[in-house]
Nanobody, 126 residues
Framework: QVQLVESGGGLVQAGGSLNLSCAASGRTSGRTSSNYAMGWFRQAPGKEREFVAAISWRGGSIYYSDSVKGRFTISRDNAKNTVYLQMNSLNPEETADYYC???????????????WGQGTQVTVSS
């Protein structure tokens, strides 16, 4: 099993920044948590969960949703088993619970992700 714990959420004013972290631990057969591609997703109240960003296990491939491209940066430190999401120029419509997830390969598709954290809440005030 792979366990994921997000942190770094909170309240920020529109135009502000937050840096989310996702600490991974555990392993499945043949893989440690650092051998997984990692993704960030978000779910606003009353809306479906949506893809935000993803990074391959070595960090060589990165995907972003069009809505965050140029403002958000995903990165990882495999020595610390941690993935980060730096979010800049936040707007109130981005208020949501943010989740990290692990997949065998990098993807923007929710169904590709096998393990999920509990989420961290981000509130952007206007």
């Amino acid at each position: 099993q792979v366990q994921l714990v997000e942190s770094g959420g909170g309240l920020v004013q529109a135009g502000g920044s937050l840096n989310l972290s996702c600490a991974a631990s555990g392993r499945t057969s043949g893989r440690t948590s650092s051998n997984y591609a990692m993704g960030w997703f978000r779910q606003a109240p009353g809306k479906e969960r949506e893809f935000v960003a993803a990074i391959s296990w070595r960090g060589g491939s990165i995907y972003y949703s069009d809505s965050v491209k140029g403002r958000f940066t995903i990165s990882r430190d495999n020595a610390k088993n941690t993935v980060y999401l730096q979010m800049n120029s936040l707007n109130p419509e981005e208020t949501a619970d943010y989740y990290c997830a692990a997949a065998r390969r990098i993807s923007g598709t929710i169904g590709e992700y096998n393990y999920w954290g509990q989420g961290t809440q981000v509130t952007v005030s206007s």
